[in-house]
């Protein structure tokens, strides 16, 4: 990656270091795969009440935690990996969000069984293309995060709010919500075209 030091970049990513190499590569970049979207989805399931920051640090030990986002592997935990996992100072301890990421991993088996691609679900509601800000205004949740949300919640998905579903759909790019002054709401423009 080229230097970025002295790029403009979105105020929330300015003063951690980890928050700006997050947003430098991640953030916001179209991501096609449907494991690394469903793990996203969790990881934003496990901030609801918190801020981001304090995901973005336990992240890797939450991927050791959770077989390293494996549906197929997290849909068969039992109750001794929820007593396993509610011992673990390394992630957010929470019963409910450990509960809905394994069903959540139920829920993404199922939809693979069925022949249901989770990375092309997640890109209908968009026609596979992102939506990109006016760069200028933020919103919290949008008519579109509430449709996701309705349908995400009606197949089974647990934390996942408007909010949550908005937060994610920016994190992984089905959204660009970089500021207008950004380099990176920029250069994920010009790779559209």
């Known amino acids: 990656m080229p230097d970025t030091s002295s790029c403009e970049r979105c105020s929330w990513a300015q003063e951690d270091p980890l928050m700006r190499d997050y947003h430098d590569a991640e953030w916001g970049v179209p991501q096609r795969d449907p494991r690394?979207?469903?793990e996203m989805l969790m990881l934003e399931g496990f901030q609801a009440?918190?801020?981001w920051i304090i995901i973005l640090r336990k992240r890797e030990a939450f991927r050791a935690a959770f077989a390293y986002f494996d549906p197929v592997r997290v849909a068969a935990f039992d109750e001794?990996?929820?007593e396993r996992l509610m011992a673990d100072p390394g992630i957010v301890r929470a019963s409910a969000k450990i509960e809905a990421t394994i069903r959540g991993?139920?829920?993404y088996c199922d939809m693979q069984e069925r022949g249901e691609d989770f990375s092309a679900f997640c890109w209908s509601f968009t026609g596979g293309a992102p939506i990109v800000g006016d760069g200028h205004s933020w919103v919290a949740s949008s008519p579109l995060s509430e449709?996701?949300?309705q349908e995400l919640k009606r197949r089974g998905f647990k934390f996942v709010g408007p909010t949550i579903t908005y937060a994610w759909m920016q994190a992984v790019g089905i959204v660009n919500d970089h500021s207008f002054s950004c380099f990176r709401r920029h250069s994920e423009l010009k790779a559209k075209l």
Do not use: C, E
């Open 49 to 51: 009440g918190l801020a």
């Open 80 to 82: 001794r990996d929820i």
């Open 105 to 107: 991993a139920q829920i």
């Open 36 to 38: 690394m979207l469903w």
């Open 147 to 149: 449709k996701v949300s």
